[in-house]
């Protein structure tokens, strides 16, 4: 049997990484067994085991450095997890050394303070707190502009339950601060898809109007009245969406384009939004759904 074909056959006999598996043969003369018990050891294999757990709890952490920032996305299976001093600890250390990385394949491999790559550190986690954890997603800003920030639910200063960046342009940085986290803040709270109407992406309209449409396929009124019907409660779904269109969460009278317009006209500045990210944790993950009974039979075994 040759050495990737005896990675191949440990990897699926204990679901360690392939990294893992690969140095647990060396280290054991390529002899399978002793390889198992020696992941056994290390805790790789308690956590390995783990890894198929749901994990829709967590944080998000964000790192600003300059002109660069991320939010990074870091879950465990429970809430009591993500308030875990060492947890937190963890998850700000990676997001402060990922800002140069380009994907989650990068910052697995990163080295953190005591010389050890984040993989190494995340499988040593898993194995003391007992619980699966996953870096689950980050997203990166790269801006010539400035970067402001906001974190919602927090459990530290950089870190919490929702995470906000964006990047912006102004005549005067000092008089946009607080305008700039007001946006964030409104962002976190009404959570807008795309900064100006053009920017709505077709599809996501052509489903709304097709829902619209179903839901009025019962009407009897004349095709015109129907348009103009149809157009309407489009027209709303799209504003919603969009940020400059969405009511001004300090101020409802007023939609966030306004209230920007009366801030820089009262300020005498120029302010612009370029960008922005916001990550919310566990959103988009379905939960696999488990039988009470094939659970309790499960722990049995």
């Known amino acids: ?19 893992d598996c690969k140095t647990a043969l060396i280290k054991n003369n390529n002899d399978i067994e002793k390889a198992v018990d020696f992941l056994r050891k290390k805790g790789i294999l308690k956590a390995a085991k783990k890894s198929s757990r749901d994990t829709a709890e967590g944080i998000v952490t964000i790192s600003v450095s300059d002109k660069k920032a991320i939010i990074l996305e870091i879950n465990s299976e429970t809430d009591f997890v993500a308030k875990n001093k060492e947890f937190i600890k963890f998850c700000e250390e990676v997001g402060k050394n990922a800002l140069n990385a380009n994907n989650l394949d990068d ?34 800003i790269l801006t010539n502009d400035y970067i402001s920030s906001y974190v919602h639910n927090r459990v530290s200063d950089n870190s919490g339950k929702i995470a906000v960046l964006i990047s912006y342009n102004t005549s005067d940085n000092n008089a946009s601060k607080e305008l700039a986290k007001n946006i964030c803040m409104h962002i ?23 829902i619209i449409l179903e839901q009025l396929k019962n009407e009897k009124k004349n095709l015109n009245i129907l ?67 094939e659970e309790v039979q499960n722990l049995a075994k």
Do not use: C, H
């Open 107 to 140: 910052i697995i491999k990163i080295k953190l303070p005591n010389n050890e790559t984040v993989e190494e550190n995340l499988t040593k986690l898993i194995s003391k707190i007992g619980e699966n954890i996953k870096i689950r997603r980050f997203e990166k």
């Open 188 to 210: 976190a709270a009404l959570n807008p898809m795309v900064i100006n109407k053009k920017d709505i992406d077709e599809k996501f309209v052509e489903r709304e109007k097709k």
């Open 1 to 19: 049997m040759s050495t990737l074909e005896k990675v191949k056959e440990l990897r699926e006999l204990t679901g360690a990484g392939m990294q």
């Open 227 to 293: 348009e103009k019907i149809v157009n309407g409660k489009l027209n709303k779904v799209i504003s919603e969406n969009t940020l400059m269109e969405q009511k001004w969460v300090l101020d409802p009278d007023l939609s966030v384009k306004s209230a920007i317009e009366n801030y820089i006209k009262d300020k005498n500045i120029k302010f612009e939004i370029n960008k922005f990210l916001r990550i919310k944790v566990g959103e988009g993950i379905i939960l696999s759904k488990t039988d009470f009974k």
